[in-house]
């Protein structure tokens, strides 16, 4: 069965999926975006990555391209043509096609809207079983790491230092050692009964996975401190792991040279995935159509 993609208003088969070489996207890494979770047929934190595509499009100006119920029925409409139960739905927006020219483009330059998505297998995740390598690198991004801009230069090279180390991911360090978060996750230590992850202010991304690990945590007594930590703090956690949306949550056994613990997968990170998955499974789903 062919791959089917969406562009701008037409589902189309995957490798004929583009868009304009003047796309600002393409030109200007003028552009946002999300990635959603399709976990046994169920839209894993729908409304919450629709809320932070939202207030991604409002914090640059960037029109939306179509209304929250439009882009729902795109997005089920896709998931049907491709018969995906489990997947990785993508979805960018960005300011249009208009001739090259930095300042944003008259008013009525109608946005671009994409989507693809392709099966992911969530019962059968090595890293999620074994755990992760993760190494640290400089955080050589913008200062307004809160949005979700598709201008992932500083990620790509962080992951590619990361692969050749054989890591899964990199740590992203500020100028005072501080661990930021993951180059497309958030990062969590474990210490003597406290959890931990980096405030979620301009400096980081606001997870949607964090947010539910967050409520998840709340609910089951788990202390949580959101603030700053050092990489030595993270190093003597008892465990360590990483979360996003389809990765959920990955254990990290080992950062840089130094393996936590006795480098398996820690028993909070193995409860918290299962805590996420059976929050996953029962979420509300918000189903306006019935095919
Ligand atoms: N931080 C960064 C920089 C990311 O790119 C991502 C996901 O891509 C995350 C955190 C995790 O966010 P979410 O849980 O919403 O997938």
Redesign the pocket.
Known sequence: MPRISYVNGAYVPHQRACVHIEDRGFVFADGVY??IGLINGKYA?EC??LD?LERSMRELQINPPKTRDAIRFIMRELVRRNRLQNAAIYLQVTRGTAKRDFKFPTADTPSTLVMMCWPFNYDANPNVQNGVKVCSVPDQRWAR?DI?TVA?LP?VLAKQKAAEQGCYEAL?LDGDGMIN??????FWIYKDGVLKTHQADQS?????????VCDIAAKHNIKIVEGPFGLDEAINADEAFC????ALIVPVVQIDDHVLGDGKPGPLARKIYHYYRDYADHEKQQLYWVY
């Open positions: 999300e990635v934190d919450g990555h932070r790491r979700k992932l990620q992203m978060e993951g180059g497309a996750s958030n980081i991304l606001k997870g949607v996975t964090r947010t539910a979360t996003s949306a389809t």
